[in-house]
Structure formats: structure tokens, C-alpha cells
């Protein structure tokens, strides 16, 4: 059954698109470097070849205007000098060519108009070039004294006769039956080589090349000629038709010797072009190749691979600088992610840990209690036995409460950053409640403030000095701070002995840092000084934001420097088995260090001078105000708004 119409276009636009995608498939198998010089030498092809022609062109019609000018110029002077003229016919194709065509009535000794060719330059071996002509007289065709361009009949002088004129002063020309040319002229013939009432005339009997002719004169004869058609008027009569003509070999013999030198320039640009291209566009991809390079190593698990830079002026050095900062961040992300799941595995091993250990105490005291149940004394060893359950119990308590108020901070929860709080009232009930658990410890209260820099050798730094506190109030969580500062008074209690003094010192100091940058700051000696030098910033400039700083100095044991900065991961402990021995779990720090960054804050531990562990902790208060103008005396203070960083508003 023969397929429908529609059905035959659908398969032919199948096929054409099966064709399209099988040569675009190819093509996109070609490499890029390939396509690139390929496209190169298509363009300098073409551009050679235009500009050849055009210049081909502009030469030849050049020459040719030129030629047409010659000609009109002269042509008057070439008539009037027939005779002088004639006697140079061997002078070369670039002599002129005349021809006369009485249209009078004037006739040859057959009856015919008469011909007369007065001019007709010869070549070697007596190569003729005869331009194909109308005969009789005809002019349909032409206009006087506008050139036009006909071909050539190529002839050789066979016989030259000087002939005596009659009493009408000419001559009948001698004709070769074998000479008759397709244009209907009698090429074979020349008539009077002297003008027309002149007394003598010369008879050239022409004929067809013979094989042992000058090639070089052939091939020129055979050039068109450049003819003017002109009138012969005589007493106010025209008499005939004269044709002036001037060979074209020369102009063609210049044009194609252009032409070879266009296309042999023209060979040498391309090929030239061509390789300069190569070598350019393999300079160019050269970092494209690093860059697959780069990505293969970094494919393979080398993510601390980057890509050579280059320029960013240009686009390699763009997109270099692009990819590599991507590759950093990819890599940092990376490293965090790492660094979470270890720390993730950290904590459910230490969290299994901990809680083991109550629960494996809990669990073996309650079999000591069953199996001791039956014995004398049951009742002294139960109550030994309930005591340590309940030890325990406690301890996994506060173990388990510890984790979960982390989880709440992880997921911004469990902590109310939009209210009030002392904070100086809050260090004055962390300071008694220190003096109640040990009471023979020395606690200095001191006031923190900016030391400015003396020289390099000396920078900017905190200095404590003796002072009442200043009655600071910001926004946050009341409990939570509360939580903070009792961890830190607890780790001073637990951890260093009890004649060993401890310093509270407490301040405000402006700094030009943002809160949310200060509080992403990692807890490193090299974050404390970047404060330092934004306070330092700040007290000169009175720009930033104002900061609450509180400082716990102790002189105990002190951390390494090396642990200082783990101290805030959850579950380490320096000392593992005193931590359980003074009830501690690991989760204190880590748990302020969830605070304070949870109100934009900064903690970090730093050595005490002479030994010890100091607690720095940073809290922001309000932005400083921009400064104003004087007021008018007189006026009233106007009551001013201090926005929170934590979206809500509230009074001073």
C-alpha cells in the first residue's frame, strides 16, 4: 500500500534529521583547537581570494579606462599620421590597429565597398592580430566614439606586393580564398597600406599561422583589441567608417602576472596565518589543558588541586579565578564535612561512653544488691548499694540534660535572646557563689579596658585593672548567660587548687567589628588579638559597636597550648578520670561556647601570665551612635532607641 503524504514528508524529515545529527555528531567529535585553526584558515582563504579578485579587478578596469583614454586622445593624431605610421607595423602589439570601411559608395576592383588597412602591427615570423570587425560599413551595434572590445584572429604575412594606384588612387586587395574569418570580413586581406589618394599602395596576403610559428606570438595574437569606432568626414561629407584599435595582450599579460603573484601571496599568507593560528590557539588552550588536568587530579580525591592562574583580563584567567574559588569553598565544605562527621563519631562514642559508665555502676550495683540480699547485714549494703544508684543516676541526669540543651542550641532553640540582662549583677552572684564553694580563695574584682599600643613591640591589649563594675545591660538570655558564667566559675573550682587566687574582671570597650563576624571567629589566640586591634579601631575612630567584655583569670595548671583550642568540643576533658572524679562531663564549654555565639558573641581561653587559664568572653551591647551636631541649651534630651542585633527594639 503506498504511504500517504503526510507520512512520506515525516520520513523525509526524519532522514534530514538523521543526516543533521550524524554531521553535527562528527563535528562535535573534532577538537576544539582544530575547529579553531580550521576556522582560521577558512577565513584567510576567503579573505585572500576577495581581496585578489577585487584587486584583479580594480587593475583591469584600470587598464582598461586607461587604454580607453589613449585611445580617444590619440586618435585623431594616429589618423593624420597613417604614413608614418605604417612604416613601424613591426614595432609590437602595442601600436595601433586602423582600419577603413568606405561607406561612400566608394568600391573595389570586385564591386565591393572598399577596405582599406592602413595599420597593422606585426609580431615575430610575421604574426598578425586581427580584430574581428563589422564589414561593409554596418554600425548597428556600435556608437561613435565609445571603445568596445572584440576578439582576434590570429594571421601570418604570407606575401607583401607594392602595387601603382590608379586614376581613383586605389588599390583592390588581394584576397585568400582560405582566409574568409566567421565574423563574414575578408581577414585575409589588408587593402592599401597608405591612406586613400595616395599613389602607391602595399598588398599583405595573410593566411592561417603555420605550425612552426612563435608559440609566444601566437598565443599574444590571440589577445582582444580595443577598438574606437570613429566617421571620415571629407568636405563636410563622411566618406567611411575608421576603426582605431590597441591590442589587450599587455594589460592581460600584467593582469595574470598579478593574478600569480595574488595567489602565490596569497598560498604564503594562509600558510603563515595558518601556523601563527596553531601556535596561538594551542598557547591559548594550554590552560584549558592544565585545567583538565587539574579536574582529573581533583575527580581522583586531590581536592588541594588548583588551577594555574592567568590574566584575569582575559577569559582563561576569569574562569581560572572563578574555578579556584570555587575549588575552595568546595574544599572547605569538604573539610567541614569532615570535620563534623568526625566530630559526629566523636560524640556518639563519647556520649556511649559516658552514659555507659552510670549505667553499667547502676546496673552492677543492683546485682550486688540481689545477690547480697540473702546474707547478714543486708541492710547497711543496700543502702551502700541505692547511694551509688543514685550517684549514678545523677550523674547520667545531668549528663543527659547537658545533651539535650546542645541539641535545643544546635536548632536555635531553647535559649530567648530578645530580653534584658544585668550582666554585672549576674558576675556578682557567680563571684559569691564562687566565695561559698571555696572560701579561702583570693577573688580580686577588677575593671578590663584597652591598653593602647607604645611601639611594634608592644601592641594594643587588655589590662586589668582595680575599679568598681559598671553597671552593664544588654540584650540575651538571662538563664543562659547564667549557665555560662557557672561553667567557667565551676572549671575554676574543680580544676585549680584552692589557694590559688582567681581575678573577675569585668568592662565595656568599643571595637570595629560586626557581631555576626565576630562571632563566626574561631576560639584561637589570633581571634582574641583580631578584637584587640578592632578595639583598637574603635576607641580612636569611636566607630563599631559597644562590647561587654568579662574576663576569668585563674593561676592553676593551666591547658597546653596545643588542647586550649579543643577545650570547647564536646566531651573533651583534659584529665578524663578527674573530670568524673570533680562530676564533670565535657559539655560545660561547649555548651557556653553555644551561647554566647547564639547572642553573637566571642569566647575564647587563653594562658595566664605565671600559669593558669583565663576565660574571655565577648557580648555585644548597641551599635555607637553616629555623632550628631551640639544640641541648642536649653533643650530637652530626647529619649533614643537602641535596636538589637536579634531583630527586636528596646529603651535605654
Known amino acids: 500500500m503506498p504511504a500517504s503524504a503526510p507520512e512520506v514528508v515525516a520520513r523525509m524529515k526524519e532522514h534530514h534529521n538523521r543526516k543533521k545529527n550524524m554531521f553535527f555528531g562528527h563535528f562535535d567529535r573534532i577538537s576544539l583547537s582544530s575547529k579553531l585553526v580550521a576556522c582560521t584558515i577558512a577565513v584567510l582563504l576567503i579573505g585572500v581570494s576577495v581581496i585578489s579578485f577585487s584587486i584583479r579587478a580594480l587593475v583591469s578596469n584600470y587598464m582598461l579606462s586607461k587604454t580607453d583614454n589613449q585611445l580617444k586622445s590619440q586618435s585623431q593624431m594616429v589618423f593624420e599620421n597613417i604614413v608614418t605610421l605604417a612604416k613601424n607595423d613591426n614595432a609590437g602589439p602595442n601600436s595601433y590597429f586602423l582600419q577603413i570601411q568606405y561607406t561612400d559608395g566608394t568600391l573595389d576592383n570586385e564591386g ?30 556600435i556608437t561613435f566614439g565609445q571603445p568596445f572590445t572584440t576578439q582576434a584572429v590570429v594571421k601570418q604575412v604570407v606575401q607583401v606586393q607594392n602595387n601603382s594606384s590608379d586614376s581613383n588612387n586605389t588599390t583592390k586587395p588581394q584576397t585568400d580564398p582560405n582566409t574568409q574569418d566567421d565574423a563574414g570580413n575578408d581577414a585575409g586581406n589588408s587593402g592599401s597600406k597608405n591612406a586613400p589618394n595616395s599613389s602607391n599602395s602595399v598588398t599583405t596576403i595573410l593566411s592561417n599561422p603555420s605550425s612552426n610559428a612563435n608559440h609566444a606570438a601566437v598565443s599574444t595574437a590571440r589577445s582582444p583589441w580595443r577598438i574606437l569606432p570613429m566617421t571620415f568626414t571629407e568636405n563636410g561629407k563622411e566618406r567611411a567608417v575608421v ?12 593582469v595574470s602576472t598579478l593574478s600569480r603573484y595574488c595567489v602565490v601571496v596569497g598560498i604564503a599568507v594562509v600558510l603563515l596565518g595558518g601556523s601563527l593560528a596553531t601556535l596561538i590557539i594551542q598557547h591559548t588552550m594550554t590552560p584549558l589543558k592544565r585545567m583538565e588536568k587539574t579536574a582529573a587530579k581533583i575527580a581522583a580525591g586531590d581536592l588541594s588541586q588548583r588551577i594555574p592562574s592567568a590574566p584575569e583580563n582575559t577569559e582563561v584567567g576569569s574562569l581560572a579565578a572563578s574555578l ?44 550486688l544488691y540481689k545477690m547480697q540480699r540473702d546474707m547478714p547485714g543486708v541492710l547497711d549494703r543496700a543502702d551502700e548499694s541505692i547511694e551509688h544508684i543514685e550517684r549514678s543516676s ?54 578590663i579596658g584597652l591598653e593602647p599600643a607604645r611601639d611594634l613591640d608592644h601592641p594594643a591589649s587588655l589590662s586589668l585593672t582595680e575599679g568598681d563594675w559598671p553597671t552593664i545591660t544588654l540584650p540575651g538570655d538571662a538563664s543562659r548567660l547564667r549557665q ?52 583598637e579601631v574603635g576607641a580612636s575612630m569611636s566607630t563599631g559597636y559597644r562590647y561587654a567584655v568579662l574576663r576569668f583569670v585563674d593561676h592553676g595548671p593551666g591547658v597546653p597550648d596545643e588542647s586550649r583550642p579543643k577545650i570547647f568540643e564536646r566531651f573533651y576533658t583534659a584529665d578524663p578520670s578527674r573530670a568524673r572524679e570533680k562530676g564533670g562531663t565535657g559539655l560545660g564549654m561547649a555548651i557556653a561556647q553555644s551561647v554566647v555565639k547564639a547572642h553573637h ?36 534630651k530626647e529619649a533614643k532607641q537602641k535596636s538589637s542585633w536579634f531583630g527586636g527594639e528596646r529603651k535605654s
Open 243 to 254: 576603426y582605431i584599435g590597441l591590442s589587450l595582450s599587455d594589460q592581460i599579460d600584467i
Open 394 to 447: 545523677q550523674r547520667m541526669t545531668v549528663l543527659v540534660e547537658d545533651l539535650l540543651s546542645l541539641a535545643r542550641l544546635d536548632e536555635g532553640r531553647g535559649i530567648d535572646v530578645t530580653g534584658t540582662v544585668k550582666l554585672s549583677s549576674l558576675v556578682t552572684d557567680a563571684v559569691d557563689d564562687l566565695h561559698a564553694l571555696d572560701p579561702d580563695r583570693a577573688i580580686g574584682r577588677m575593671l
Open 601 to 636: 558573641g566571642f569566647i575564647c581561653a587563653t594562658a595566664t601570665d605565671g600559669g593558669g587559664l583565663t576565660f574571655t568572653v565577648v557580648l555585644p551591647i548597641e551599635q555607637m551612635p553616629a555623632a550628631q551636631s551640639a544640641q541648642t541649651a536649653g533643650k530637652t
Open 324 to 367: 579556584n574559588t570555587m575549588l575552595t569553598r568546595i574544599e572547605l565544605s569538604f573539610h567541614e564535612q569532615e570535620e563534623t562527621t568526625d566530630k559526629m563519631k566523636r560524640f556518639v562514642s563519647d556520649a556511649s561512653h559516658e552514659l555507659r559508665t552510670p549505667l553499667a555502676a547502676i546496673h552492677g550495683y543492683a546485682e
Open 112 to 141: 565591393n565597398p572598399l577596405v582599406v588597412t592602413p595599420l597593422m602591427p606585426q609580431l615575430q615570423d610575421g604574426i598578425v592580430s586581427v580584430p574581428v570587425l563589422p564589414t561593409d560599413g554596418d554600425t548597428s551595434g
Open 484 to 535: 555560662v558564667v557557672t561553667n567557667i566559675v565551676g572549671n575554676i573550682h574543680r580544676y585549680t587548687p584552692i589557694d590559688s587566687s582567681a581575678e573577675i574582671a569585668l568592662g565595656v570597650i568599643p571595637a570595629a567589628i560586626d557581631p555576626k563576624q565576630l562571632s563566626g571567629l574561631p576560639a584561637t589566640d589570633a581571634s582574641m588579638r583580631r578584637f584587640v586591634e578592632a578595639a
